[in-house]
């Protein structure tokens, strides 16, 4: 029987500039990523259990159960992280600086003898190598990471503007996958209040909607004391309305009437 995918929060982490480094300090960095990554966890996932991890040599695939909140994963896992790259930071020389690119999406993942797969990983994959992403934090040079969660993740997690998650520090993003498809994805960077480095996205059709509406709503009505006469069918909005109504003729003494 093929194994069954079941649904995970997918967290994907990279150290930037990775391969610049010299082989002895690529070695340290990863003890260095390990030891951030496991005491983030200690600090804030320690009461639960199914946590996977994958080595991936410049980073970690963590799998963690649907039955961790992303809520905690956004929020204080996130907080952590930086908390603990901060106490490092000292430590090292600028040659063995260590920022991370963090990435959060949610879905299918399958098991098999040697680790997981499923599209939902490829996306997080996506996201963190994101040329987005990679802009940001190089902009961002007093920074220890930058966080990127799918729009998935921005619409049911962060936008609520849970505790430990400030939505008005992130900023949404475009970029092209490997299929030529665009995608999104919501970028920050802790200690900024908005991710620099990045482009202002232009509005998507649904807004472009909702503003071209309120823009024929506020704009149209005729001011007071304006004789108009119309014969046939308008549309409301015309006169401040929101409706279709059938206009003979109005005329006007300080006041618009239909």
């Known amino acids: 029987m093929a194994p069954v995918a079941t649904t995970y929060s ?18 340290s960095l990863r003890s260095a990523m390990y030891e951030v990554v496991d005491e983030a966890v200690a ?28 809520v905690l994963l956004a929020g204080d896992f996130v907080r952590a992280l930086d908390d ?23 879905g299918l993942a399958a098991p098999d003898p040697r680790g997981f797969s499923g599209d939902a ?24 990471m930058a966080f990127i969660v799918s729009d998935e993740i921005y619409r049911g997690v962060v936008r609520h503007d849970y505790l430990a998650i400030d939505a008005a520090t992130y900023q949404r993003m475009s970029f092209v996958i490997k299929n030529g498809r665009r995608a999104t994805g919501w970028v920050t960077v802790p200690g900024y209040p908005s991710p620099p480095g990045l482009p202002e996205e232009p509005q998507s059709d649904d807004e472009q909607e909702v503003g071209a509406l309120v823009a024929t709503d506020t704009a ?13 069918s308008v549309e409301g ?3 401040g309305g929101n409706k279709n109504v059938t206009v003979h003729e109005l005329r006007t003494e300080g006041e618009t009437r239909f």
């Open 10 to 27: 997918i967290v994907v982490l990279d150290i930037e500039n990775f391969s610049a480094r010299t082989n002895p300090i690529q070695r």
């Open 43 to 70: 600090r804030t996932l320690r009461e639960h259990e199914g946590i996977k991890k994958e080595d991936r040599g410049d980073g970690i695939l963590m799998l963690v159960p649907a039955a961790i909140s992303p």
């Open 84 to 106: 603990e790259l901060k106490a490092k930071a000292p430590i090292f020389s600028e040659a063995h600086a260590m920022r991370f690119r963090v990435a959060l999406h949610q």
């Open 121 to 144: 990983i490829n996306f997080a994959y996506r996201l963190v190598d994101a040329q987005p992403v990679r802009d940001v934090l190089k902009a961002a040079s007093k920074a220890r």
């Open 220 to 232: 149209a009505a005729p001011p007071a004391g304006t004789t108009v006469t119309v014969t046939g």
């Open 237 to 239: 909005g015309v006169f």
